[in-house]
């Protein structure tokens, strides 16, 4: 095995080793975590990290550190993002290691169980993961249906809840005429009768594989175009779609 394999293989185990045990612990908000850390400097901010339990911390006179969201354990060193092979090394970079471009990672939407929904003529917004039973993704479908004109996004049909889910992800993906296919979906509807024939459950079936590399926790998850994340349901869609 190289040095370079020998590294990241340990980097992993210890990481992995070291969230598992605070996981265990309670977190605490970010002001009583600045607090608690405030003896190694003054705080100029915290940014949580696309990590479970992990965020980065940095100080006024421009330490940098990690830190365990229980502020249990603190991890001095380099972090670098593979993905991007980029370091992270400031908040703003903490900050854009939330932005994940499903094309710079190399995801094909038409290898996917994807839907088109709204209006065509304006830019590609989101891709959102979606289980045809899951309540929170029906609310979200409530939201962008009361205007139309002003969303254009993919909806990525996931099987999260169980087979019956599975079997209407399989059955929308499968459909001749998807605009009635994404109606049934948003309104638990079945205008869609005509299946095609070569269709199976493997486009499916690929959805919770790219959630895993993503993290996301549930549906609906939001991707932006430019690769901000968001688990779960937005109190303000249209404000998530804006936001810096």
């Not at 993002?81 to 499903?102: C, G, K, M, Q, Y």
């Not at 199976?200 to 594989?209: E, G, H, L, S």
């Amino acid at each position: 095995m190289s040095l370079k394999k020998k590294v990241t293989a340990i980097s992993l185990l210890a990481t992995a080793s070291l969230l598992s045990v605070s996981s265990m612990a309670k977190s605490i908000n970010p002001k009583e975590l600045k607090q608690t850390l405030s003896q190694k400097g003054d705080i100029e901010g915290i940014q949580e990290l696309p990590v479970e339990n992990l965020m980065l911390v940095k100080t006024k006179s421009g330490q940098t550190y990690f830190v365990s969201k229980n502020g249990r354990f603190v991890f001095q060193g380099l972090l670098i993002d593979t993905w991007f092979r980029r370091t992270i090394d400031e908040l703003s970079e903490a900050r854009n290691a939330h932005r994940v471009p499903l094309e710079k990672m190399g995801v094909k939407l038409d290898e996917l169980a994807t839907l088109s929904f709204g209006n065509q003529d304006i830019p590609k917004q989101a891709t959102i993961f979606v289980d045809p039973n899951c309540g929170y993704c029906h609310a979200l479908f409530n939201k962008i249906q009361q205007s139309p004109e002003k969303y254009n996004v993919d909806f990525v049909l996931t099987a999260m809840l169980g087979s019956q889910s599975l079997l209407e992800s399989k059955r929308l993906n499968c459909a001749v005429d998807k605009s009635k296919a994404v109606i049934d979906l948003m309104n638990k509807t079945k205008l869609a009768t005509e299946m095609r024939e070569d269709c199976d459950a493997k486009a499916v079936q690929k959805a919770p594989i790219v959630m895993g590399l993503l993290e996301a926790r549930g549906t609906p998850f939001l991707v932006r175009e430019d690769g901000l994340t968001f688990n779960g349901l937005p109190s303000d869609f249209d404000a998530w779609l804006e936001m810096e």
